[in-house]
């Protein structure tokens, strides 16, 4: 039962174009949702959230959608560089005072072309 | 470092054999996550500390798999009777405080092959 889905598992975009990630999600009592980024050989670090009362956050070249009605989230990243080439990974914490608790998407391989 | 730091990196094992691996967490941050990430997957959560107490086990696959934290930084993944399924990258993260808008600071992992 996988709440939270990421259902491309790698994406190549041309530098300076712009990334799409996409994430889709069941449960709708979610109260956040959170991006990670990943290079290999390193644990993941936080990118960006957006709170489940918004639908957008933006950060830089760094933008997250949320559309609640559709269970679905995107980050948008404009313009693309290459050290962004990287595994993205969606997640969002279970509800009910247990917040801690991340739920992680599969993750999507973005390559960044120079 | 100021990191979350996790040793050892690799750790190649024969079945049946024990294994710890051990995390010590940013200074201050009295939340401690262990994850676990196999190919082509996400991290799962396996077990969260505050302070010293196991406040939520729930992640751990079996009573093979256990954690302790005995003053609060320091914690060390215990695993008994290794089997080739465990062969993961074990992921420890912390945070300045549970929950809260879910930000946590990870390790880079220790890789844990079991042959």
């Known amino acids: 039962d996988q709440q939270v889905k990421q259902n491309s598992p790698s994406l190549s975009v041309q530098e300076g174009r712009i990334s799409i990630l996409n994430c889709d999600y069941t449960?709708?009592?979610?109260?956040?949702f959170l991006w990670y980024k990943k290079y290999p050989a390193e644990g993941p670090t936080f990118l960006i959230s957006?709170?489940?009362?918004?639908d957008k956050n933006e950060d830089g070249r760094f933008t997250v959608f949320l559309n609640k009605s559709a269970k679905h989230l995107s980050l948008h990243i404009v313009p693309s560089q290459p050290g962004d080439s990287a595994v993205y990974f969606c997640?969002?914490?279970?509800?009910?005072?247990?917040?801690?608790?991340?739920?992680f998407g599969k993750g999507t391989l973005l390559t960044v072309n120079p | 470092g100021a990191g979350v730091s996790q040793t050892p990196s690799n750790k190649v094992t024969e079945k049946g054999k024990y294994v710890e691996l051990r995390c010590d967490p940013i200074?201050?941050?009295?939340?401690l996550y262990w994850y676990r990430q196999s190919l082509g997957q996400g991290p799962e959560f396996l077990i969260y500390?505050?302070?010293?107490?196991?406040?939520?086990d729930s992640g751990l696959p079996n009573d093979r798999f256990f954690a302790v934290r005995p003053e609060g930084s320091v914690s060390t993944l215990k695993i008994q009777r290794t089997e080739r399924g465990d062969s993961a990258v074990y992921l420890c993260?912390?945070?300045?405080?549970?929950?809260?808008?879910?930000?946590?600071?990870f390790g880079e992992g220790s890789r844990l092959t079991v042959l």
């Open positions: 993260a912390s945070s300045l405080v549970a929950g809260g808008t879910g930000e946590l600071f």
């Open positions: 449960n709708s009592m979610f109260d956040y």
């Open positions: 957006i709170s489940s009362i918004k």
């Open positions: 997640a969002a914490p279970n509800s009910g005072g247990s917040n801690y608790k991340l739920t």
């Open positions: 200074s201050g941050h009295t939340a």
């Open positions: 500390f505050q302070g010293t107490g196991a406040a939520d």
